[in-house]
């Protein structure tokens, strides 16, 4: 199993920039492919940002050219850089395992991220 905790999250205006960071705890964390959720109030977790083990990088349609995923193996970290900020990209950010199920049924606490002027 791959323990994690996010960090990174806050307010900020529109068209800003924030930087979630997920530290992971597990030996085999580095042959797992990682991923950012979201979960905005009222709706369900979506996936927004992946990245496998050698390191290709998938994105959703929405957050393309603007997010960026990364990992760096030796740290046990994933990151998320997040651009030119929208109010929809408002919503509670988990890192994972993909598939989630990979990991049972573990969630971190996740970061808040708010978008609002």
């Known amino acids: 199993q791959v323990q994690v905790v996010e960090s990174g999250g806050g307010l900020v205006q529109p068209g800003g920039s924030l930087r979630l960071s997920c530290a992971a705890v597990?030996?085999?964390?580095?042959?797992?492919?990682m991923g950012w959720y979201r979960q905005a109030p009222g709706q369900q977790r979506e996936l927004v940002a992946d990245?496998?083990?050698?390191?290709?990088?998938n994105y959703v349609d929405s957050v393309k050219g603007r997010f960026t995923i990364s990992r760096d193996n030796v740290k046990k970290m994933v990151y998320l850089q997040m651009n030119s900020l929208k109010q929809e990209d408002t919503a509670v950010y988990y890192c994972?395992?993909?598939?989630?199920?990979?990991?049972?049924?573990?969630w971190g606490q996740g970061t808040q991220v708010t978008v609002s002027s």
């Open positions: 994972n395992t993909l598939p989630s199920q990979q990991n049972g049924d573990y």
């Open positions: 597990g030996s085999m964390f580095s042959f797992y492919r």
């Open positions: 990245i496998t083990a050698d390191d290709k990088e």
